[in-house]
């Protein structure tokens, strides 16, 4: 099973919201990642977590806020976002650092 | 820098013909080369890799080449079907102790019936 699932699959939000998307996987992978992909562009990466800590922050702005609880959840907690920041959201995992990454299919953020 | 470059960014092919996808990449330290296909809507999914002690791998109808030396990756696509239609992205892992993935600019794949 190579499932990384996401949600909401949808979402819109205004400026001034708080909303989080939420990742899983059930692999027992032990990377993470976060990526953002704009329309018709390759997946650019955000974050990544080794282990349920932070290793990698791509010089992401703070109104982009990762969490991973545990080894199986990662959440991207946003605030204050930007009509640019309008995109396809999408989660990774991997076995360890480097391995193998399996994507799952996305959360597409419309910001208003 | 890092980057890969890919071509073509548009392919339009019959069924049942072959197609190829080519890539270039930057840093010859890089030692993993995956391929993902990503169809309108959905999360990238990975259909091939190969490693740099490989010079070839095969799955059925889908195979990858890698020349280390050229720093040249290709995936070639048999017998395509109009199933196979999607973005192909290429990849490479940057040398820096953890995957980071730097991927092609994508190839748009339409096979018509």
């Known amino acids: 099973d190579t499932e990384v699932t996401q949600t909401p699959k949808h979402l819109v939000m205004g400026m001034t919201n708080k909303k989080s998307l939420k990742c899983e996987q059930h692999m027992g992978h032990r990377a993470m990642y976060w990526y953002k992909q704009k329309a018709k562009k390759p997946p650019e990466l955000m974050f990544v977590y080794s282990y349920e800590k932070l290793s990698i922050n791509e010089s992401v702005p703070s109104r982009f806020s990762p969490e991973c609880p545990n080894s199986s959840l990662l959440n991207l907690h946003l605030h204050a976002l930007q009509p640019e920041d309008s995109a396809l959201y999408l989660c990774?995992?991997?076995?360890?650092?480097?391995?193998?990454?399996?994507f799952g299919p996305g959360t597409r953020l419309l910001v208003l | 820098g890092e980057n890969v470059e890919q071509h073509p960014s548009t392919l339009s092919v019959q069924e049942g013909d072959s197609a190829v996808i080519k890539c270039t990449y930057s840093?010859?330290?890089?030692?993993?080369f995956p391929w993902y296909k990503q169809e309108l809507g959905k999360g990238p999914q990975l259909i091939i890799d190969?490693?740099?002690?490989?010079g070839e791998k095969k799955d059925q109808r889908i195979a990858v080449t890698l020349n280390k030396t050229a720093k040249h990756f290709s995936l070639h696509i048999t017998e395509t079907q109009p199933e196979d239609s999607a973005v192909y992205f290429c990849a490479f892992s940057l040398n820096t102790g953890f995957q980071k993935l730097v991927f092609g600019t994508g190839t748009r794949l339409l096979v018509s019936p």
């Open positions: 190969i490693r740099s002690n490989v």
């Open positions: 990774a995992s991997s076995l360890g650092l480097p391995e193998t990454q399996y």
């Open positions: 840093d010859s330290a890089s030692n993993y």
